[in-house]
Structures are given as structure tokens and as C-alpha cells.
């Protein structure tokens, strides 16, 4: 395993590189005989094909839910910006070869709500041709999904990844309109992402703050922290990234007050020594709001200067 401390920026622009991919980049961070991995996930893709009312609706959703979203119809009348202002990319294609165009990862969630079975069809087949999402659900009834299926199934398609198609679409709670659909969808797609397997090795924050990334890659003595640790009430998770340079500014948090002080300091002292940290933050009496709340919790944060 590699250690945090041959970190270069040049390698943090590689990890910028794969979040513009819509696939995660990684630091391996390596202290006390043990490694910690700080994934940074790029925001979650949802790949709405087809653009009708349940489409549009799940639209307005999904933003507000951290989903990107991508809305495919062949049908410019329906996949245009008047219709989805919230969308991140509009295609108007082809489902087939905008499936191609977009590229789907094994992080994309897709839903197909297209207006009939035989563009349901289109979609699935290509979808099956490629790399399989990490979610995929499908509006209709039972039994023609039962009937698409058959038909696939006749064309040599593998039933294992029927299986797992979230279909009909959307949990059960008795939704009957196009905005009491995309809610149950948008119900399934939260519970989806919850239920993704996790690697116990992996910290647990996997946002990819961009701002504190490209600061680490672009600006000059620069030293990162990680939260590798915490015990108790803190106001940050494992997997806190925070930058900060001589003089003390910082970018990105591992939770503010005390906890970011002691980052600083910490930095200062790595910036000068060249030699990375491990320290220990006591937050037993660390008011963390206007309220007056207090932590009782630690945290073990490592400190490193990153190398050109």
C-alpha cells in the first residue's frame, strides 16, 4: 500500500481527472500499521431516460437529493431545458446511441421511463451491452415487464440482469401521479444509494469538495489532514479533508474550533519539518453551536505536506 505521504499534487489531479469521469479517485493513507482509504466520490449520476411528467418530476427532485442528473428522449419537444431546467445535460437522441454517447458506469443510477415498451426495449438493450449500474429501475406494469423480458430473454439476453431491475419503479406507498411517482422513485433511489456495499476500510465522508482539491493540486506548501479516527460526539466524520498553509488558511474543515486550530498548528509544524503528524484532538469541551452543545468525543487526525 502506498502512504499518504508520497501523495503528490500531480496525483491529486489524477483523482480530479476520475471524478470528471464520473468515477471515484482514491488517497491511501497509511499510520500506526494500518491503512486508511479517503475515497472521493463524484456526485451520483441519475440518467432519467425518457422525458415525460414522471421524468420531469423526478427532475425536480433529484438535485435536491445530490443526484446529477443526464435526461435522454429522441423527441427534442420533450428533451430541452424549458422542460428540465434543473438537468445537469439534456440529450436528445436515439435512446440507443445516447446510451452509448453517455457511457454509463457501475456508479450511474437509471431509471427507464420512456412512453412504451418497445423504447423500454431499446434502452434495456443497450444498458445490457454495456456496464450494468448500480441501480436500474423501470416504470410499467407487471405484466409486460414480464413481456419485455420474455422478448430479451428470446434475443439471448441473460436473465440475471433482469433480476435485478428495480421494476415496476419507485417503492410501494400507493402513488397514483406523476409527482406522488417520482416521490416513491426518489424513495427507492435514496434507499438504493444507502444500501451500497461498503469496504470497512474505507472512511466513512466520500464527498469530492472540489474547491479543497484543487487547492491541494494547484497552490505550493500546502499540508493536508484526514480524520482517520473518531470516538464519541465530534462534529465531523472519518474522512474529513482540511488544507491549510503557514500563514493559515485553510480550505476544507475537519469540523471547525478547537479541531481545526490544532490542524493548523499541526501544519505549521509539518510544513517546516517536512515530517508527517499524527495528533490527537480532545473535543470534550468544544461547544459546537449557538446552542451550547458540547462534544465528548476525540479524534486522530493526520497531517502531511504534500509533495510536487
Known sequence: MKEFSDMKRSEIQEILKSIDAHVPGQWEVSCENQTYVRRFMPQRRLILLGGGYIAQALCRLAPRLDFAVTDVDDRPDFANHTLFPDAET?????????????????????TVLTRGHRWDGHCLRAIFDG???????????????????????????DRRKMEVIHAPVGLSIGAVTPDEIAVSIAAELIQARHDLPRDPNVLVQEDADRELLCDLAENTERAAAVVIETKGSVPTKTGAVMAADMLGRTAGTVGGGCGEFAVVTAAREVLKSGAPKLIDIDMTNEVTDEDGMVCGGTMKVWVEKLTD
Open 90 to 110: 439534456i440529450i436528445c437522441d436515439d435512446f440507443q446511441k445516447a446510451v452509448k454517447t453517455i457511457g454509463i458506469t457501475q456508479y450511474d443510477f437509471v
Open 131 to 157: 456496464t450494468m449500474p448500480a441501480y436500474l429501475g423501470m416504470v410499467g406494469s407487471r405484466r409486460r415487464i414480464a413481456g419485455l423480458y420474455d422478448l430479451l430473454a428470446s434475443e439471448g439476453y
